[in-house]
């Protein structure tokens, strides 16, 4: 989920409630707060807590809400996942941590004392070496899969061998979701089970069709909605996410700003790109109704 930000650059909590209610009302089981779409890197944790609140009480229960609560600080994720616990939230998103690059036994230390210090919060790890600059190794995916709590991955490396391999070395129950909405149907067929998905805010729907005709066997349609969802997926990625999904929001109708320094936004160019695009699904009947 994007994170709104009024003109001063300040959250906007209210836009953030009415995107919420939107998002699970519109084909997404479960919202990502303060994820990469949501520019966590450039929230203050205060801020983070504040939307974690805001969301949990606008989808009350029709929706499970996944904290971002991960760090280069195994101290400070810890502290953030047991303030997440604290106010309820569903699960936590652990994301790799950045810069640093630990070994993979320090990838293990890291997740598994996350683990120990909230037990009873599920934990989705979060693999996504093109952005880290440090890789969760299959073989220590299956290990972490043995921790109770931590029941999923979302894997965003871009490689559908390292799926397959995930799966064959984890038990069935351990949740593998795209990272990437391309690669969503690739993924399900070789054992993953959905996607943490950008493109959700404006074709929810569509992609939740796309995952149970394909749960259903119903291949054939599977593949047709993800060949025309296919330039929205391509789009969406154009310049750094989430700047093409805050232009195409805006083009939707929704209020969400623009994004925070480092990140500024896109040419004109990336603009009437989307529209395009936009315009084909819109015609199609492809998009969810606007605001």
């Given at each position: 989920?994007?994170?709104?930000f009024s003109?001063?650059g300040?959250v906007?909590?209210?836009?953030?409630e009415?995107?919420?209610?939107?998002?699970?009302?519109?084909?997404?089981?479960?919202?990502?707060?303060?994820?990469t779409?949501?520019?966590?890197?450039?929230?203050?944790?205060?801020?983070?807590?504040?939307?974690?609140?805001?969301?949990?009480?606008?989808?009350?229960g029709?929706?499970q809400?996944?904290?971002g609560?991960?760090?280069?600080?195994?101290t400070?994720a810890?502290?953030?996942?047991?303030?997440?616990y604290?106010?309820?939230?569903?699960?936590?998103?652990?994301?790799?941590?950045y810069?640093?690059k630990p070994s993979?036994?320090?990838?293990?230390?890291?997740?598994?004392?996350i683990?120990a210090?909230?037990p009873?919060?599920?934990?989705?790890?979060?693999?996504?070496?093109?952005?880290?600059g440090?890789?969760?190794?299959?073989?220590?995916?299956?290990?972490?899969?043995?921790?109770s709590n931590?029941?999923?991955?979302?894997?965003?490396?871009g490689?559908l061998?390292?799926a397959?391999q995930?799966r064959?070395?984890?038990?069935a129950e351990?949740g593998?979701?795209?990272?990437?909405?391309?690669?969503?149907?690739p993924?399900?067929?070789?054992g993953?089970?959905g996607?943490?998905?950008?493109?959700?805010?404006?074709?929810?729907?569509?992609?939740?069709?796309?995952?149970?005709?394909?749960?259903?066997?119903?291949?054939r349609?599977?593949?047709?909605?993800?060949?025309?969802l296919l330039?929205?997926f391509?789009?969406l990625?154009?310049?750094?996410?989430?700047v093409p999904?805050?232009?195409?929001?805006?083009?939707?109708?929704?209020?969400v700003?623009?994004?925070?320094l480092p990140?500024?936004?896109?040419?004109?160019s990336?603009?009437?790109?989307?529209?395009?695009?936009?315009q084909?699904?819109?015609?199609?009947?492809?998009?969810?109704?606007?605001?």
């Amino acid at each position: 989920m994007v994170t709104p930000f009024s003109e001063d650059g300040s959250v906007d909590y209210a836009v953030a409630e009415r995107l919420a209610d939107y998002l699970a009302s519109n084909g997404s089981d479960g919202l990502v707060v303060c994820g990469t779409t949501g520019e966590s890197p450039t929230l203050s944790w205060q801020e983070e807590y504040q939307l974690f609140k805001t969301v949990r009480e606008a989808v009350a229960g029709r929706a499970q809400v996944l904290a971002g609560t991960g760090s280069n600080s195994t101290t400070e994720a810890i502290e953030a996942t047991r303030h997440a616990y604290d106010l309820g939230l569903d699960g936590s998103l652990q994301v790799v941590p950045y810069y640093n690059k630990p070994s993979q036994e320090g990838l293990y230390q890291h997740f598994s004392q996350i683990a120990a210090a909230v037990p009873d919060l599920p934990i989705m790890l979060y693999n996504i070496p093109g952005r880290t600059g440090c890789a969760l190794a299959v073989d220590t995916v299956a290990r972490l899969a043995e921790i109770s709590n931590i029941v999923a991955i979302k894997e965003a490396s871009g490689s559908l061998d390292q799926a397959s391999q995930i799966r064959y070395h984890t038990p069935a129950e351990f949740g593998i979701y795209s990272g990437d909405d391309s690669l969503t149907l690739p993924m399900l067929s070789v054992g993953g089970c959905g996607v943490v998905s950008v493109a959700s805010h404006l074709v929810g729907p569509q992609l939740q069709k796309m995952v149970r005709a394909y749960e259903a066997g119903e291949t054939r349609l599977a593949l047709e909605i993800h060949l025309q969802l296919l330039p929205l997926f391509k789009v969406l990625f154009v310049a750094t996410n989430p700047v093409p999904l805050k232009v195409a929001l805006a083009q939707q109708g929704w209020s969400v700003g623009t994004v925070r320094l480092p990140l500024c936004m896109a040419d004109e160019s990336v603009g009437v790109a989307i529209a395009e695009v936009l315009q084909q699904l819109s015609a199609q009947g492809a998009l969810a109704s606007r605001v």
